[in-house]
C-alpha cells in the first residue's frame, strides 16, 4: 500500500502512513502562471493499493480538479486500486434540483470520481440529509466515517454532569445523538429558518430545560458561523451557563470565528478534516482504522 495526498492534505496523509506503516510518497504540485494544475508523483503505484488523500475545503475547485488528475494518474501508472480518502467531501449540499435549471452538484461530482478511476473513497460526517445512502447516486462504494465518538471523548471531563448536547438545526440531530450517547447526557434540537446564505432564524422549542446548564453545540460543518451564532445566542437566552461549540469541519468561511465567539463561547473544537486553529480532534486514527480492516 502507497499513501498520496494532494496538497490540501500533506500532513494528513503523512499521519495516515504512520498509522497504517505504509510508505508515504511524495506528491509534487504546482500552478502554471494562468493558474493551470501540474501534478506528478514521485512513486508509482505499479500492482499496489494506492490511497490518494485530498480533503476539499476553502478552495473546492482547485482541490477536486487536483485530485482528479491524481486518482486518473495513479490508475493509468498501474495502481491496482485508487482509494479516495476525502475527509471533507465537496458540493454534498447540492444533493438535488431544488430550482429548475439548477445542477445537481453531488451527482455530478461522484460520476467524475468514478470517471477518472477511484475504486473507492472514504470520507468523514459527510453532509449528507436527504439522501440518507449515498450508494442510492454512486456505483463507487463508500465510507463515511464519524469523528463523533472522538468529540464526546474530547468533551469528557471538561464539561460538566449537567451537559445539554444541542443541534442547531433539525439536521444537526445525528451529531447532537451520536455526542450525547458518548457524554450519557440528554440532547435537543433547535429549529433553523434560512433567510439568506449566511442569515438564519433559530427557534427553541419545548425540549430539556437548559437553565444553569452547560451545553455543548455540535454541528457537521461550520461554514460562515450563522447558524452556530443564533443557536448560541438562543441557548443562552434559554439560561444556558457555559457553552462549548464542536463540529467535523471547522471551514470559517468570512468572519465566521467573530461571530461565533463574540455570544460569549468558551471553547471551540473541531477535527483536523479542514485544518484550523481549532483542529485538536484528529479523524486519522478513525480512517487508518477503517482501512487496516478493509485493506
Not at 499496489?48 to 488528475?69: C, G, I, K, W
Amino acid at each position: 500500500m502507497l499513501v498520496y495526498a494532494g496538497s490540501a492534505s500533506k500532513y494528513f496523509g503523512l499521519k495516515l502512513a504512520k498509522q497504517l506503516e505504509a510508505e508515504y510518497v511524495c506528491v509534487e504540485t504546482r500552478r502554471f502562471p494562468d493558474g493551470e494544475v501540474y501534478v506528478r508523483v514521485e512513486k508509482e503505484p505499479r500492482g499496489e493499493t494506492a490511497v490518494l488523500v485530498q480533503s476539499m475545503y476553502r478552495a473546492p475547485n482547485d482541490y477536486l480538479v487536483e485530485y482528479l488528475f491524481l486518482s486518473k494518474t495513479l490508475k493509468e501508472l498501474g495502481a491496482r486500486e485508487v482509494v479516495g480518502v476525502i475527509p471533507y467531501f465537496p458540493y454534498a449540499r447540492q444533493d438535488a434540483r431544488f430550482k429548475p435549471g439548477e445542477a445537481v452538484s453531488l451527482a455530478i461530482v461522484l460520476e467524475l470520481l468514478e470517471k477518472m478511476g477511484t475504486d473507492r473513497v472514504v470520507t468523514v460526517d459527510m453532509h449528507l440529509h436527504r439522501v440518507r445512502d449515498i450508494q442510492e447516486l454512486t456505483r463507487v462504494p463508500f465510507a463515511n466515517l464519524s469523528v463523533m465518538g472522538e468529540i464526546g471523548g474530547y468533551f469528557k471531563g471538561r464539561v460538566g454532569g449537567n451537559v445539554v448536547v444541542v443541534g442547531p438545526d433539525e439536521e444537526a440531530e445525528q451529531w447532537a445523538k451520536a455526542v450525547a450517547e458518548v457524554l450519557g447526557a440528554p440532547y435537543m434540537v433547535l429549529e433553523k429558518t434560512r433567510l439568506g446564505d449566511t442569515e438564519v432564524e433559530v427557534r427553541a422549542k419545548g425540549g430539556v430545560s437548559l437553565e444553569g446548564r452547560d451545553v455543548l453545540i455540535v454541528d457537521d460543518i461550520i461554514s460562515t458561523g450563522g447558524t452556530i451564532e443564533a443557536a448560541v445566542r438562543r441557548v443562552k437566552e434559554r439560561g444556558a451557563r457555559k457553552v462549548y461549540v464542536a463540529c467535523a469541519h471547522a471551514i470559517l468561511a468570512q468572519n465566521a470565528e467573530y461571530r461565533v465567539f463574540h455570544e460569549g463561547v468558551e471553547e471551540l473544537v473541531a477535527s483536523d478534516t479542514v485544518p484550523s486553529p481549532y483542529s485538536v480532534i484528529s479523524a486519522v486514527p478513525v480512517v487508518a482504522s477503517y482501512l487496516r480492516s478493509q485493506l
